[in-house]
């Protein structure tokens, strides 16, 4: 059996509770009025950015590892994205069709903050260095293209990037052109400047404009905001009350931020650990780690950013580090003492990625991809999981909850997801450290209670194993293990 591990008022601070269920009372009933619709970003995209393993402990853009993050490094992704068979897989999806959904889905490389030159252009358009991307982006562009795949570009909603570089804020217009003139595919929009709660220049007013401007541009661009996880780490100082008075517009309001971005990021930079798997319910600071992330997205405050996911709109908890080096820290230059994550704790991580219907965009070098990592990433069944938007019901959390002690024996987490046809994709999650669990996972609370629904077919996904059971699923699942099933209902 699965251990109560205590109701939501046990996991936030005791004066801040009813606010917290105000506001997700109030979530829960707003109807989605559709995502920034124009034509791309439709299902969750997969791609490449490289981030974990070449810039997330570098600092400055010429120091460190963020060095080997340049042209060159991107052209050999590109060849190994289609050598290896990623592309093929749903990593790009150029132009096809799935015949289960419909859908185009295509591959993104893309180019985080050191593609920035220091300065602006004399008329005032964001422009590359030259260091790093002698050839330009315009380019680079055309290399993604020529092999059937995207580029995309990074700017922040700030006077400077997190990097010091050029920000956006007011230059939004200009900006989102100058992609778009580029050929650009996808743009994430960063914000490195403080809170932005009121003004012409506040979150909402710039997020906006760039969705506009993108729209109006006519290039179809998939646009990634970073504004919910910023709103997040502002909310968490305040109380409720204080929130849009101190950080602004509530982004799920009207559902303005599915209207304006393809996806958000809502939570504190994913390190490529495993973490306590306790972070802060709130802003998911402290560690954070694979198993932070995972318990984080059980929040109540997650669960306000999951409410207003729609097609074409959907949560961002950070990069896959799947890939990265199992016996040393994924980022090679990094001075910083990390346990890297084993296979399984990486095949985890793509499991929930999956269940919750992330975006899959990997952070590890994946020019030097181990093969179990690689059969991870390529795992068919698991991508259908991710891309099926065949029901618009949002992941549920059915069992589990954070761990508030030093010890949480029995610590499953069970998620399920509506999938399309009737059937049910199912991650059971072992956060325990030692002890292998058994779990029973009943039909009924996977299918509607009154429909009787007591036979089904479930697909192992990563033993690739097909059973037929009654009543319940019976699983024996390993530390920091996941088992992800397709459940499909069998009427007798």
Not at 6 to 11: E, F, H, I, L, S
């Given at each position: ?32 009025v559709g ?11 997969m791609?490449w ?6 810039m997330?402990?570098?600092g ?11 042209e ?32 185009n ?15 602006r252009?004399a ?24 092999r ?11 006077v ?7 920000g ?7 900006d ?12 994430k ?16 007013n ?43 517009t ?19 930079d ?8 306790r ?21 109540l ?11 074409g ?16 820290p ?20 793509f499991?929930?990625?999956c ?24 795992n ?6 991710n ?25 499953v987490?069970?998620?399920s ?76």
């Amino acid at each position: 059996l699965i251990q109560d591990l205590g109701t939501p008022a046990d996991w936030f601070p005791r004066d801040m509770m009813a606010g917290v269920m105000m506001v997700v009372v109030g979530v829960a009933i707003v109807q989605c009025v559709g995502a920034n619709h124009n034509a791309v970003g439709q299902t969750p995209i997969m791609g490449w950015s490289g981030y974990n393993a070449f810039m997330q402990n570098s600092g400055h853009c010429d120091r460190a590892g963020a060095g080997g993050y340049n042209e060159t490094t991107f052209v050999q992704t590109m060849d190994v994205l289609v050598s290896s068979g990623l592309k093929d897989v749903g990593y790009s999806y150029l132009n096809h069709v799935d015949p289960m959904y419909g859908l185009n889905r295509y591959s993104y490389l893309n180019a985080d903050d050191c593609w920035i030159a220091e300065n602006r252009t004399a008329d005032g358009k964001l422009t590359w260095d030259v260091g790093r991307f002698p050839h330009g982006i315009p380019w680079l562009v055309e290399q993604a293209h020529s092999r059937g795949l995207k580029l995309g570009l990074y700017a922040a909603a700030s006077v400077e990037t997190c990097r010091q570089y050029p920000g956006s804020q007011g230059h939004e217009d200009v900006d989102a052109k100058t992609f778009a003139d580029w050929g650009a595919d996808f743009a994430k929009l960063d914000s490195c400047g403080g809170v932005l709660a009121t003004g012409n220049e506040s979150w909402d007013n710039q997020y906006g404009r760039w969705s506009d401007a993108m729209n109006e541009s006519g290039q179809q661009m998939v646009f990634s905001c970073s504004w919910a996880v910023y709103y997040t780490l502002c909310a968490a100082k305040y109380p409720p009350g204080e929130w849009e008075t101190q950080c602004g517009t509530f982004p799920w309001k009207d559902s303005f931020i599915a209207d304006k971005c393809h996806m958000w990021r809502y939570g504190q930079d994913l390190d490529p650990i495993w973490g306590t798997g306790r972070p802060d319910m709130m802003n998911g600071g402290g560690s954070s780690g694979v198993g932070d992330i995972i318990t984080f997205a059980g929040s109540l405050w997650a669960n306000q950013w999951r409410a207003v996911t729609e097609k074409g709109a959907f949560n961002d908890p950070d990069f896959l580090v799947v890939g990265c080096p199992l016996d040393r820290p994924c980022e090679g230059y990094s001075q910083k003492s990390q346990t890297p994550l084993n296979i399984i704790e990486q095949q985890t991580q793509f499991s929930m990625w999956c269940l919750l219907q992330a975006p899959l965009i990997i952070g590890s070098d994946i020019r030097t991809v181990n093969p179990a990592a690689l059969r991870i990433l390529a795992n068919k069944e698991a991508i259908r999981i991710n891309q099926d938007v065949g029901s618009l019901s949002p992941p549920k959390l059915l069992s589990g909850g954070p761990c508030m002690t030093d010890e949480c024996p029995h610590w499953v987490l069970v998620w399920s997801r509506q999938l399309s046809k009737g059937d049910v994709a199912v991650a059971v999650v072992n956060m325990g450290n030692t002890t292998t669990e058994s779990v029973s996972v009943a039909l009924g609370d996977l299918f509607c209670q009154s429909c009787g629904m007591n036979s089904a077919r479930v697909l192992d996904v990563w033993a690739t194993t097909t059973q037929d059971v009654q009543r319940s699923i019976e699983l024996s699942v390993g530390p920091h293990e996941t088992k992800l099933l397709r459940v499909s209902p069998v009427t007798l």
